[in-house]
């Protein structure tokens, strides 16, 4: 009896290897940004604040012609 894989058992087999470190990597990249997003939340809440508060800045004068 022969117990080669078929193509589709291989084809499973390697979308199997090949999903796991997908999975893990990409697991990781989006705790990675999510956590930089909750980080700098304070920072952009002020940013907006003080950007709601202050008066527009006024362009410089052209100089020349």
């Keep these: 009896m ?3 894989p078929t193509w ?3 084809l499973l087999g390697f979308v ?3 999903g ?3 999975a893990v990597v990409g697991g990781a990249i989006y705790g990675l940004v999510g956590l930089t997003l909750w980080a700098t939340a304070p920072e ?3 940013r907006r ?3 709601r508060t202050r008066e527009p800045r006024r362009r410089a004068p052209r100089v020349g012609g």
């Design 2 to 4: 022969d117990d080669d």
């Design 20 to 22: 796991v470190p997908v």
């Design 8 to 10: 589709v058992e291989l």
């Design 16 to 18: 199997l290897m090949l």
């Design 44 to 46: 952009r809440r002020w």
């Design 49 to 51: 604040r003080r950007a």
